[in-house]
């Protein structure tokens, strides 16, 4: 069983907002590098979002660019992915994971630790 846990997802229509969490039980986020990752029906995991280790920089991917927010907040040991104007081409399973180093990657191969997974799904 991992230690991220993740919470929020779901079914909102496009246009809408969610934000997905990401926790840390046992072990401090902020000692990694913290991505995100989108796995979409028949199509492969994608980096979507990171932020670093060593100077909390960030790291969007094209298609979520201007849309998606993510951010950490130590004192409760979770990083947040605020999901904003959501599209239907979004919809997919959301991963968050962890790498022990200090910079961002959206490389998979790179991270050693995953949370669960949660659906999100946009449709009208």
């Known amino acids: 069983q991992s230690w991220l846990v993740q919470t929020g997802g779901g079914q909102v229509q496009p246009g809408e907002s969610l934000t997905l969490s990401c926790s840390g039980t046992g072990y401090t986020l902020e000692t990694y590098a913290i991505g995100w990752f989108a796995k979409a029906p028949g199509k492969k995991r994608v980096g979507i979002s990171c932020i670093s280790r060593s100077d909390h920089g960030t790291y969007y991917g094209d298609s979520v660019k201007g849309r998606f927010t993510i951010s950490i907040d130590n004192a409760k040991n979770t990083v947040y992915l605020q999901m904003n104007n959501l599209q239907p081409e979004d919809t997919a399973v959301y991963y968050c994971?962890?790498?022990?180093?200090?910079?961002?990657?959206?490389?998979?191969?790179?991270?050693?630790?995953w949370g669960q997974g949660t659906q999100v799904t946009v449709s009208s």
């Open positions: 994971a962890a790498a022990p180093q200090n910079y961002c990657s959206d490389y998979a191969a790179e991270y050693d630790f």
